[in-house]
């Protein structure tokens, strides 16, 4: 590992650690986009304990529907989180497209309205090759001074890295960070056992405390946004060693809440609906959502809200 980069991969295990929030896009009744629900929503989970060392923003993932904005819009939003993190939090911009022109735009967007880095994966709709996606990450890290690179393994999307790949982008000095998650189990410890000392490697595969146990820093988790203080404290069992504990409460609420999701991403694609509906459900904003994606019908709100107070999210609205 080259001796430069030892001190800014420990800084990045320092600040990128915790529940990671992949932040949603509200958007109005007209379906524009709602950048002032997105600064409360933010806002909230941040002065209820998401802050550096106890987690990240994602803006504009999966989770935030990227797909359906414009590339304008990717941007704004962007903008609105950071602002909304007021430096508080570390904030991650989604810049993976399958153009790589949009990559490197949306990475110097990231540097110059100050996040503190970027998520990126290889391209997708074409499969990825290894020298493809090499040169991928190659020209976006030439693009941009500062700020920070989470390698994002995308398997699903037809290109799943393999370990020498990892191992060729920790060249890439700024690529300190890695969302992991694999379709082969053995792979997905390989390379936790392989690459914690280089990479901040945040866990996408809901195995947060296998993760954290080899030497891990954070996990992906929808449900923060709604209930942070869970996931923060689930954080903290993690922090303290204490896996049989955060295993206990990941089982008895995460994995109910990821249930419920599955269930809905069968009817209707995207990530965000279940986390709206759930935020309306909790007299917080949440909104509509762009086609193809269909909203949570009367009953499966009222299905979620009966998981909401089973598993003791606080708050739901009678």
């Excluded at 704004?76 to 904030?91: N, S």
Aim: charged share 20%.
């Amino acid at each position: 590992m080259n001796d430069v980069a030892v001190p800014q991969v420990e800084v990045a295990k320092r600040d990128l650690c915790g529940p990671m929030i992949p932040v949603i896009t509200n958007l109005q009744s007209d379906l524009s986009v709602d950048h002032a629900a997105i600064h409360d929503n933010v806002q909230a989970d941040r002065d209820r304990g998401i802050e550096n060392g106890h987690g990240v923003f994602l803006a504009g993932g999966a989770g935030g529907d990227f797909p359906m904005l414009t590339v304008d819009e990717r941007k704004a939003v962007a903008q609105t989180i950071v602002q909304a993190a007021d430096g508080r939090t570390p904030v991650l911009v989604g810049a993976q497209d399958t153009n790589p022109d949009v990559c490197i735009d949306i990475a110097r967007w990231a540097e110059e309205i100050g996040a503190y880095g970027i998520q990126l994966s290889p391209t997708y709709y074409y499969a990825s090759s290894p020298e493809d996606c090499w040169r991928l990450f190659e020209a976006v890290h030439g693009a941009t001074e500062r700020l920070s690179i989470m390698i994002y393994n995308t398997p699903w999307e037809g290109y799943d890295l393999s370990i020498s790949e990892i191992e060729r982008l920790a060249g890439l000095p700024r690529c300190l960070s890695l969302k992991w998650s694999s379709p082969n189990t053995a792979t997905y410890l390989r390379v936790l056992h392989k690459f914690s000392g280089r990479f901040a490697i945040v866990d996408n595969q809901g195995l947060p405390v296998m993760n954290h146990l080899l030497g891990g820093t954070g996990y992906i988790t929808h449900l923060a946004t709604l209930w942070p203080e869970h996931d923060l404290e689930v954080w903290r069992h993690l922090q303290n060693a204490d896996y049989a504990a955060a295993q206990t409460k990941l089982a008895q609420v995460n994995w109910p809440w990821q249930d419920f999701r599955g269930k809905m991403w069968g009817r209707t694609a995207a990530e965000s609906p279940v986390v709206k509906a759930g935020l309306e459900l909790l007299g917080r904003p949440g909104g509509p959502s762009r086609g193809p994606t269909r909203e949570l019908t009367a009953d499966e709100r009222a299905e979620l809200r009966q998981l909401l107070l089973s598993i003791g999210v606080p708050g739901v609205v009678s």
